[in-house]
T-cell receptor, first 117, second 109 residues
């Protein structure tokens, strides 16, 4: 099976702009989660989508949003970019099993490196 | 907040076993322990997971103590390519992993 793919791999934006990142999950996976990784804060959970609905959300401002399409592909959007949004954005996919999902392993994509100038 | 505690760094000689410890004293009965690793600026790579029994796969072994308050990831014959940051995570539900700071493992020739 093909792995999780993310596009674009690298992106440079300026403050105040907005950006959209894309994630294609592993075939058959219905859950897509997004994470932000910065040197100072490490890996932080942004949100998770399952069957086109946001099921879980981390502690990020409303400038960070996402959506999921019927084919399970997901996009995340960051509006009004700030310098501190420079980070590696990772998505991960899984089957999204219900009931706690203790064995629902997430597989990560390579990430999108966003630089805000 | 992360529910796990790991040493910030460890060294290991190439060809020797690497034993990476993790404390998760507040783990609940139905929470799984997951291990991932991240090689510089790449996406985290899944290694192994377990609930209460020891687990082994082609990459590593996971030893979980009987009280489930700690675990050890074992890479039986470390190579230079195993140099990475290793994350121990207690899975609290679907779709959401809470990462700590991890252990930076350096495998030296």
């Amino acid at each position: 099976k093909a792995g999780v793919t993310q596009t674009p791999r690298y992106l440079i934006k300026t403050r105040g702009q907005q950006v959209t990142l894309s994630c294609s999950p592993i075939s058959g996976h219905r859950s897509v989660s997004w994470y932000q990784q910065t040197p100072g804060q490490g890996l932080q959970f942004l949100f998770e989508y399952f069957s086109e609905t946001q099921r879980n959300k981390g502690n990020f401002p409303g400038r960070f949003s996402g959506r999921q399409f019927s084919n399970s592909r997901s996009e995340m959007n960051v509006s009004t970019l700030e310098l501190g949004d420079s980070a590696l954005y990772l998505c991960a996919s899984s089957y999204g099993l219900a009931g706690g999902g203790g064995t629902d392993t997430q597989y990560f994509g390579p990430g999108t490196r966003l630089t805000v100038l | 907040d992360a529910k796990t505690t790991q040493p910030p760094s460890m060294d290991c000689a190439e060809g020797r076993a690497a034993n990476l410890p993790c404390n998760h004293s507040t783990i609940s009965g139905n929470e799984y322990v997951y291990w991932y690793r991240q090689i510089h600026s790449q996406g985290p790579q899944y290694i192994i997971h377990g609930l209460k029994n020891n687990e082994t796969n082609e990459m590593a072994s996971l030893i979980i103590t009987e009280d489930r308050k700690s675990s050890t990831l074992i890479l039986p014959h470390a190579t230079l390519r195993d140099t990475a940051v290793y994350y121990c995570i207690v899975r609290v539900g679907p779709g959401k992993l809470i990462f700590g700071q991890g252990t930076e493992l350096s495998v030296k020739p």
